[in-house]
Protein backbone atom coordinates (compact mmCIF):
# COMPACT_ATOMS: atom_id res chain seq x y z
CA UNK A 1 0.00 0.00 0.00
CA UNK A 2 0.91 3.53 -0.90
CA UNK A 3 2.06 6.53 2.27
CA UNK A 4 -0.88 8.23 1.10
CA UNK A 5 -3.61 5.18 2.15
CA UNK A 6 -2.05 4.48 5.23
CA UNK A 7 -2.47 7.98 6.12
CA UNK A 8 -6.69 7.88 5.18
CA UNK A 9 -6.88 4.46 7.00
CA UNK A 10 -5.73 5.95 9.91
CA UNK A 11 -7.36 9.07 9.82
CA UNK A 12 -10.52 7.24 9.98
CA UNK A 13 -9.24 5.01 12.23
CA UNK A 14 -8.83 8.11 14.88
CA UNK A 15 -11.70 9.04 13.92
CA UNK A 16 -13.99 6.68 14.90
CA UNK A 17 -11.72 6.01 18.46
CA UNK A 18 -12.29 9.90 19.05
CA UNK A 19 -16.19 9.12 18.41
CA UNK A 20 -17.16 6.11 19.92
CA UNK A 21 -15.05 7.58 23.13
CA UNK A 22 -17.25 10.88 23.42
CA UNK A 23 -19.52 8.92 25.27
CA UNK A 24 -22.95 8.63 23.57
CA UNK A 25 -24.14 7.36 27.11
CA UNK A 26 -27.96 8.28 27.82
CA UNK A 27 -28.87 9.06 31.65
CA UNK A 28 -30.63 6.23 33.56
CA UNK A 29 -33.19 8.67 33.77
CA UNK A 30 -35.03 11.57 31.82
CA UNK A 31 -34.15 15.20 33.00
CA UNK A 32 -37.58 17.46 33.51
CA UNK A 33 -36.16 20.61 32.66
CA UNK A 34 -37.80 23.30 35.05
CA UNK A 35 -38.51 21.06 37.74
CA UNK A 36 -34.82 19.62 38.18
CA UNK A 37 -34.25 17.64 41.87
CA UNK A 38 -30.30 18.49 41.58
CA UNK A 39 -29.12 20.22 44.51
CA UNK A 40 -29.65 20.65 48.09
CA UNK A 41 -32.80 21.04 50.07
CA UNK A 42 -33.99 22.00 53.26
CA UNK A 43 -36.53 19.52 54.31
CA UNK A 44 -39.68 19.17 56.84
CA UNK A 45 -41.01 16.16 57.82
CA UNK A 46 -43.90 15.04 59.54
CA UNK A 47 -44.43 11.81 61.22
CA UNK A 48 -48.05 11.14 61.86
CA UNK A 49 -50.41 7.94 62.80
CA UNK A 50 -52.05 6.85 60.09
CA UNK A 51 -54.75 5.31 61.78
CA UNK A 52 -55.46 8.45 63.29
CA UNK A 53 -53.91 11.16 61.39
CA UNK A 54 -52.28 12.54 64.83
CA UNK A 55 -49.01 14.02 64.07
CA UNK A 56 -46.44 12.41 66.47
CA UNK A 57 -43.50 14.96 65.45
CA UNK A 58 -41.67 16.65 62.87
CA UNK A 59 -37.75 17.60 62.71
CA UNK A 60 -35.50 18.88 59.70
CA UNK A 61 -33.30 17.08 56.79
CA UNK A 62 -30.86 18.14 54.47
CA UNK A 63 -30.82 15.93 51.32
CA UNK A 64 -28.23 16.62 48.44
CA UNK A 65 -29.42 15.31 45.29
CA UNK A 66 -26.24 14.94 42.59
CA UNK A 67 -25.82 14.75 38.60
CA UNK A 68 -25.16 11.34 38.41
CA UNK A 69 -28.58 9.81 40.51
CA UNK A 70 -26.61 9.78 43.73
CA UNK A 71 -27.59 11.46 46.91
CA UNK A 72 -26.55 12.38 50.55
CA UNK A 73 -28.86 13.42 53.90
CA UNK A 74 -28.40 14.22 56.94
CA UNK A 75 -31.07 14.40 59.68
CA UNK A 76 -32.07 15.96 63.39
CA UNK A 77 -34.87 13.76 64.30
CA UNK A 78 -34.76 13.98 67.81
CA UNK A 79 -36.08 10.75 68.72
CA UNK A 80 -32.54 9.34 67.65
CA UNK A 81 -29.68 9.69 71.08
CA UNK A 82 -27.12 11.94 70.11
CA UNK A 83 -24.69 9.85 67.47
CA UNK A 84 -26.49 6.98 66.98
CA UNK A 85 -28.13 7.46 63.30
CA UNK A 86 -25.21 8.45 60.53
CA UNK A 87 -26.16 10.60 57.77
CA UNK A 88 -27.28 8.57 54.56
CA UNK A 89 -26.39 8.11 51.41
CA UNK A 90 -28.73 6.70 48.66
CA UNK A 91 -30.10 6.75 44.58
CA UNK A 92 -32.77 8.89 43.28
CA UNK A 93 -34.27 8.66 39.20
CA UNK A 94 -37.16 11.12 37.37
CA UNK A 95 -40.11 8.87 36.87
CA UNK A 96 -41.95 11.03 34.60
CA UNK A 97 -43.93 14.15 34.74
CA UNK A 98 -42.15 16.31 38.09
CA UNK A 99 -41.56 12.59 39.66
CA UNK A 100 -38.64 11.37 41.45
CA UNK A 101 -38.56 8.52 43.37
CA UNK A 102 -35.30 8.13 46.04
CA UNK A 103 -34.26 5.42 48.14
CA UNK A 104 -31.24 6.25 51.22
CA UNK A 105 -29.67 4.06 53.71
CA UNK A 106 -28.05 4.83 56.97
CA UNK A 107 -26.52 3.38 60.08
CA UNK A 108 -28.00 3.26 63.43
CA UNK A 109 -24.85 2.77 65.43
CA UNK A 110 -25.76 1.53 68.58
CA UNK A 111 -28.78 0.38 70.49
CA UNK A 112 -30.98 2.96 72.23
CA UNK A 113 -29.68 3.49 75.87
CA UNK A 114 -31.86 2.14 78.13
CA UNK A 115 -31.92 4.83 81.51
CA UNK A 116 -30.93 3.33 84.81
CA UNK A 117 -33.95 1.84 86.32
CA UNK A 118 -36.43 3.05 83.67
CA UNK A 119 -38.88 1.35 81.21
CA UNK A 120 -37.36 0.61 77.56
CA UNK A 121 -38.19 4.04 75.80
CA UNK A 122 -40.20 3.67 72.69
CA UNK A 123 -39.39 3.80 70.15
CA UNK A 124 -36.49 1.54 70.57
CA UNK A 125 -33.61 1.43 67.64
CA UNK A 126 -31.48 -1.51 67.17
CA UNK A 127 -27.96 -1.17 65.53
CA UNK A 128 -28.06 -2.27 62.08
CA UNK A 129 -29.62 0.19 59.46
CA UNK A 130 -32.37 2.84 58.78
CA UNK A 131 -33.56 2.88 54.47
CA UNK A 132 -36.08 5.48 53.94
CA UNK A 133 -38.17 5.22 50.19
CA UNK A 134 -39.95 8.08 49.15
CA UNK A 135 -41.91 9.24 45.62
CA UNK A 136 -41.19 13.18 45.56
CA UNK A 137 -43.28 15.58 43.32
CA UNK A 138 -43.45 19.05 42.10
CA UNK A 139 -46.76 20.81 41.85
CA UNK A 140 -46.38 24.29 41.36
CA UNK A 141 -42.62 25.04 42.27
CA UNK A 142 -39.54 24.45 40.58
CA UNK A 143 -38.20 25.07 44.22
CA UNK A 144 -40.30 23.21 46.39
CA UNK A 145 -41.80 19.55 46.99
CA UNK A 146 -43.60 17.18 48.52
CA UNK A 147 -42.89 13.62 49.19
CA UNK A 148 -44.60 10.74 50.91
CA UNK A 149 -42.27 8.43 52.41
CA UNK A 150 -41.48 4.61 53.82
CA UNK A 151 -39.53 4.10 57.02
CA UNK A 152 -37.80 0.43 57.40
CA UNK A 153 -35.64 -0.18 60.09
CA UNK A 154 -32.91 -3.40 60.08
CA UNK A 155 -30.82 -4.90 62.76
CA UNK A 156 -27.37 -5.51 62.60
CA UNK A 157 -28.15 -8.81 60.55
CA UNK A 158 -30.18 -7.89 58.41
CA UNK A 159 -33.46 -8.69 60.01
CA UNK A 160 -36.21 -6.22 59.74
CA UNK A 161 -38.06 -4.63 62.95
CA UNK A 162 -40.25 -1.80 63.41
CA UNK A 163 -39.24 0.45 66.25
CA UNK A 164 -42.76 2.79 66.34
CA UNK A 165 -45.95 2.02 68.84
CA UNK A 166 -47.64 2.60 65.95
CA UNK A 167 -47.55 2.45 61.79
CA UNK A 168 -46.00 6.25 60.87
CA UNK A 169 -47.10 7.74 57.90
CA UNK A 170 -43.92 9.96 56.75
CA UNK A 171 -44.53 13.44 54.52
CA UNK A 172 -42.34 15.96 53.88
CA UNK A 173 -41.80 19.05 52.20
CA UNK A 174 -38.46 20.16 50.27
CA UNK A 175 -37.35 23.73 49.97
CA UNK A 176 -34.67 24.27 47.24
CA UNK A 177 -31.30 25.60 49.70
Known amino acids: MKLGSWKVILGLALVAVLTLSAGWSAPAWSRPGDYELIGTWRVTVTQANCSTGAVMGKFQSILTFADGGTMAEDTMNHAFATGQRGAGQGIWQYTGHRTYTAKSIAFINFD ?30 RDEWTSDATVQFADSTGAPYSPSPAPACITAVGERF
Request: glycine share 10%.
Open 112 to 141: TPTPPGGPTPIPFFKMGTQTIAQTIVFEDS
